[in-house]
Structures are given as C-alpha cells and as structure tokens.
Nanobody, 113 residues
Framework: QVRLVESGGGLVQPGGSLKLSCTAS????????MAWYQQAPEKQRELVAI???????NYADSVKGRFTISRDNRINTIYLHMNGLKPEDTAVYYC???????WGQGTLVTVSS
C-alpha cells in the first residue's frame, strides 16, 4: 500500500518561513519523481515544485527564489523549504509521486498577520 504523509504546515506571519516534509512508503522512492502542489480556497491545484530521481528541480514562477525542494532517498522523504512567505501562499500543500499518480492528504499553510 502506497502512503504519502505530509507534515509541517501551520500558521506563519508574512515574511516568515516553514519547512514541509513528505515521507513515502510502499514505493521505490529513489525511482520516483516527487512534487509539491498547492490548492488555495476555491482554486485549482497547482504545481509548486518538482524534483526528479536525479534531483533535477523546477519551480513555479510564483515561488522561484523563495521555495526550495529537496529529497533524502535514505529516508524516503522530500522537503519544501518556504521562505519569504506571502499571504497568497496560503493553501493546502499536497505531496505527489509519479509514476502511479499518488497523493498525500495535504497539510495546511496559512500566512497571516
């Protein structure tokens, strides 16, 4: 059974930082492309950052220079380091694994003063 479990969300002030984690089980993690998506209220889910098995990364224009995705294949975990958070970053953040189209349950990030 495949499981993706996110953690690290919470309430943060504008300009603050958070680190999200996603730990996978049931997949050959090192062979999977992993990604973070965000879904703001009443909006479609959108790709935030993606990391290939070889750790090639790509980012949405809205987060370039502020967010960093990384992976640790020893513990089947990816991270999203978020700096310079803005109110418009408020969303549920989901972890995704491909191939197979697997999703985590999401973790809520709220950026507000």
């Amino acid at each position: 059974q495949v499981r993706l479990v996110e953690s690290g969300g919470g309430l943060v002030q504008p300009g603050g930082s958070l680190k999200l984690s996603c730990t996978a089980s049931g997949i050959a993690f090192g062979s999977y492309t992993m990604a973070w998506y965000q879904q703001a209220p009443e909006k479609q889910r959108e790709l935030v950052a993606i990391i290939s098995p070889s750790s090639t990364v790509n980012y949405a224009d809205s987060v370039k220079g502020r967010f960093t995705i990384s992976r640790d294949n020893r513990i089947n975990t990816i991270y999203l380091h978020m700096n310079g958070l803005k109110p418009e970053d408020t969303a549920v953040y989901y972890c995704h694994a491909a191939p197979g189209d697997y999703w985590g349950q999401g973790t809520l990030v709220t950026v507000s003063s």
